[in-house]
């Protein structure tokens, strides 16, 4: 594995959603966007993630949302792009453009739909790595994917491949997170997905917080990451609590659907509006969302 800076992919990363004006990316707002989201507290960016609706996006849209990050963002924080695509040359270009527009590491999510074997993921990942000198994090969403990678199969890929140096875990599988750690060692990046498990995990090996509520509030998702991390989890455990109402709201209609609602209400982007086939909210989340926006005073 290679040797990343101590500080380096640790910390509260918001995975960025994608404003649209009509069925355009509205790119004015979204560098807006950026800029608010570090200004706010956001230790981390990750592009393409679940959240930036990846896959109801061209290429061309994926790079330049990455270019535009990028320039925004001005190295005050590290720019991660997840470059997972449909196909494997799409993720291979997408790779190959994160690599050269500057990026600071790559997230490789599980090939989605086609369910890979566990020889088949190890083949596919070793050879994306090809097209990259950043390091990488693999980003394990079976909910999303139908694809999970095995430990084994996970240790044996980061023995072959040194720049694999974590992974974003968004499933609820302590042993899998725990047997992990125990293998690749400190040094090895592991991301929460989930808020509600995640910092309990902090302390014991989690190096950080992927999470989409970091796109409405990152300053506190970055506070629990460091009350979490410094051994304070009763104080994580109550920021989380307050933020409790927010998460529930924000997810119960498919992600990215409410954060973007939620976002748009606070002024923080100009449409709420997701791609299809994700539709608008329904009218009972939308009242919920606006009385859990006001009673955390984001309205």
């Given at each position: 594995?290679?040797?990343?800076?101590?500080?380096?992919?640790?910390?509260?990363?918001?995975?960025?959603?994608t404003p649209f004006n009509g069925w355009a990316v509205d790119y004015d707002a979204y560098a807006r966007f950026v800029d608010w989201q570090i200004g706010n507290g956001a230790q981390g960016l990750v592009v393409?993630?679940?959240?930036?609706?990846?896959?109801?996006?061209?290429?061309?849209?994926?790079?330049?949302?990455?270019?535009?990050?990028?320039?925004?963002?001005?190295?005050?924080v590290p720019v991660v792009a997840q470059t997972c695509g449909v196909s494997l040359a799409d993720t291979w270009s997408l790779t190959e453009h994160a690599e050269q527009v500057g990026a600071d590491a790559i997230m490789l999510m599980m090939p989605p739909f086609v369910k890979p074997p566990q020889r088949g993921l190890k083949s596919f990942l070793s050879y994306v790595s090809r097209a990259t000198t950043k390091?990488?994090?693999?980003?394990?969403?079976?909910?999303?994917?139908?694809?999970?990678?095995?430990?084994?199969?996970?240790?044996?890929?980061?023995?072959?491949?040194?720049s694999i140096v974590g992974l974003k875990q968004s499933s609820e599988d302590y042993n899998f997170d725990s047997d992990i750690m125990s293998r690749m060692g400190d040094e090895f990046r592991l991301f929460m997905g989930l808020p509600k498990i995640a910092f309990e995990r902090i302390p014991k090996f989690s190096s950080g917080?992927?999470?989409?509520?970091?796109?409405i509030v990152p300053g506190e998702i970055a506070k629990i990451f460091v009350h979490a991390e410094e051994g304070e989890l009763g104080k994580a455990r109550a920021l989380r609590d307050e933020l409790q109402e927010l998460n529930d709201v924000a997810f119960r209609d498919t992600s990215p659907i409410g954060v973007k609602y939620m976002a748009w209400k606070m002024g923080l982007i100009t449409s709420g509006e997701c791609r299809l086939p994700l539709p608008p909210p329904e009218v009972d989340d939308v009242e919920a969302m606006d009385e859990a926006l006001g009673a955390a005073g984001l309205l």
């Open positions: 594995m290679i040797k990343l800076g101590q500080n380096f992919l640790r910390g509260a990363y918001t995975p960025l959603i393409g993630g679940t959240s930036g609706e990846p896959f109801s996006l061209s290429l061309t849209e994926r790079q330049n949302l990455l270019r535009i990050a990028i320039s925004s963002a001005r190295r005050r390091p990488i994090l693999l980003y394990q969403i079976p909910s999303r994917t139908a694809s999970t990678i095995e430990v084994d199969t996970l240790e044996d890929l980061c023995e072959a491949v040194p917080l992927i999470v989409a509520l970091g796109n």
